[in-house]
Structure formats: C-alpha cells, structure tokens
C-alpha cells in the first residue's frame, strides 16, 4: 500500500513540475505560486519521507540482508541438514519469521538499533566500498542473551526442561550466555561438510 502511495506522490509531483516549467506563468497568480511551491517543495519531501520509511521496512527482510555477497555463506547456514546449526533449526521449523530470520536475532545490529549500530551501518559501506573489507565477519560485541530470551522466556518449553531451569538468573543477567552451549551458530567456514537441506518437499 505505501509502495502505490509513494508512486502517486511521484507522479503527482512530476505533472505539477511540467506543468510548471511548461507554463510558467502559473506562478504569477497566488494559487499558482502555492502549486510551485507543494510541486517543489512538499511533494518531494512527502515522497522522501515515504521511501524512507519502505526501505527502513525492507532492510528487515532476510532478502535485504543477504542481497550482500559477503553475507551469501550465512545464508546457505539457514540451509543445513543438521539440527546443531542453531540458525537453521531456527529458520526451517519457523522458530523466528522467514521473512525477516536475521533481523529477529540480530536486533541490535540494525538501522533500528542505536546512534552506534547507525555509525558501524556507516562503516560497512565504507569499508565494502572504499577500502578492503576483513576476511572473517565477527560480531562488534558478544552476542546478548536477550537476543534469544525474547523468545524463549517464558516458554514451557524452555523453562522446564534441563538444565535451562536450574539456570534461569544467570542467564537473564547475561553472566552465562546461551552460545556456551548452543555453539554451532552458522560456521561458515565448514558449510560444505554439512548436507544441504533443500526446502520442504512439495
């Protein structure tokens, strides 16, 4: 729906500024120099506005994540045949939505984040695009517990079974974290030894 809405102000505004430029004399009248200035003005900043906030939304998308070919390998890590890949346990038994698998563990990490995630956004594009980018991706800071306690706090499932019960306070202050023992998160690096899972059988 915003997608159509944005286009109409486009549009809008691209026949208001020919009519414009074509007609000049529009603007000696006091209407037509308040239609210069919503055509020059208030349409572009509407439009601007709109596809701001489209592409906010889309940069949740695991399309938009993966669309960068130094992320390619972590989404092939969503695609293994092994339970142990916590990544992919997670995306094939519809644990966090497909549509949007890395933003719903790595929110932190995002344009949604803070003025800091904002500033790191910025260095990426720096480095992919003007310098040489690092060999290995790592985190800016160990992965937080609160990533997977949004989700799993509270669960039956979770809470109940062992050990998790016997370690619900350290893991609620961080003082253990849930990659101690769930640590096979995407391991690029041996995604080849893993067998490919190719998607429900249809």
Known sequence: MAQYAIIAVIVLSIIL???ILLRPSVTTAQGGKMLAFIAFFILPIVATVFGASIHLENSKSTQFCLSCHVMEPYGKSLYR???AYLPAAHFQNHRIPKESACFSCHTHYTMFGD???????LKHIYMYYLATPPPKLTLYEPFQN?????????ARSFEETTPHNAMQQQLADNSMSCITCHNKIHDVANLDKAKPWKGPAT
């Open 17 to 19: 500024v020919s009519l």
């Open 81 to 83: 045949d092994d339970p």
């Open 115 to 121: 003025l800091t995630s904002k500033m790191r956004g």
């Open 146 to 154: 609160r990533e997977c306690l949004y989700c799993h706090a509270g």
